[in-house]
């Protein structure tokens, strides 16, 4: 059973690009929360989609996007990058359960360095 | 104020030590609350989840207080291999909706040194 497999694992763009990172959750879990972690900081919540809609969001510009597709997987997408984007992107999966509420389980996460 | 405050240390301690790191966190609503381990360059990965009774997983031990909204982790007999960094991360609900969110602190960083 795969867990959260996300890509790309590292990547390097410059100042005003923009870039698409991916996460596939894991298998069962239907929810996906994309979290921005600075060197240092803890995870800092994104956004979060669930039935293909962003239900939750953090305080993060406009620049942040995001999608999820039928089969739960998901984008985050960052328009104009800047160098304080440049951070490790981490994407968590989760599904609710009555009995054990969420588990949230997290994937690698994508290095992203803006220069 | 922060969600959740974490003293980022570092905290460095010989082999065998006994360590304990602290957290407290702003929002009573807060429904569920972890410990989660990482190593450098990695993600972060479950430790324990944190109950009101305290539970205990061999040598490390977790503490919740609701009343003093404070979180605790304690490990016992410290090894090599428990250096990494320790987050702790509390989840709410929104109202009227499963879906949560984590709210991490900024981490504590252990070195446990031969």
């Known amino acids: 059973d795969a867990g959260v497999t996300q890509s790309p694992t590292h990547l390097i763009k410059t100042r005003g690009q923009q870039v698409t990172l991916r996460c596939s959750p894991k298998s069962g879990h239907d929810t996906v929360s994309w979290y921005q972690q600075a060197l240092g900081q803890g995870p800092q919540f994104i956004f979060q989609?669930?039935?293909?809609?962003?239900?939750q969001r953090g305080n993060f510009p406009d620049r942040f996007s995001g999608h999820q597709f039928p089969n739960y997987s998901s984008e985050l997408n960052v328009n104009a990058l800047l160098l304080g984007d440049s951070a490790l992107y981490l994407c968590?999966?989760?599904?609710?359960?009555?009995?054990?509420?969420?588990?949230?389980?997290f994937g690698e996460g994508s290095w992203l360095t803006v220069v | 104020r922060k969600e959740v405050e974490q003293d980022p240390g570092p905290f460095n301690v010989p082999e065998g030590a006994t360590v304990a790191f602290n957290c407290t966190y702003s929002?009573?609503?807060?429904?569920?609350f972890f410990w989660y381990r990482q190593d450098c360059r990695k993600e972060p990965k479950l430790l324990m989840s944190?109950?009101?009774s305290g539970n205990e997983d061999g040598r490390f031990t977790a503490q919740l207080n609701r009343a003093s909204q404070y979180i605790s982790l304690l490990i016992r007999d410290s090894k090599l291999s428990d250096s990494a960094t320790y987050l702790c991360?509390?989840?709410?609900?929104?109202?009227?909706?499963?879906?949560?969110?984590?709210?991490f602190g900024r981490g504590t960083q252990l070195t446990v040194w031969p």
């Open positions: 968590a999966s989760s599904f609710f359960s009555r009995y054990s509420g969420n588990t949230i389980y």
């Open positions: 944190v109950y009101s």
């Open positions: 989609y669930y039935e293909e809609e962003e239900r």
């Open positions: 991360a509390v989840n709410r609900e929104n109202r009227g909706s499963t879906l949560g969110r984590l709210y």
């Open positions: 929002n009573s609503a807060s429904q569920s």
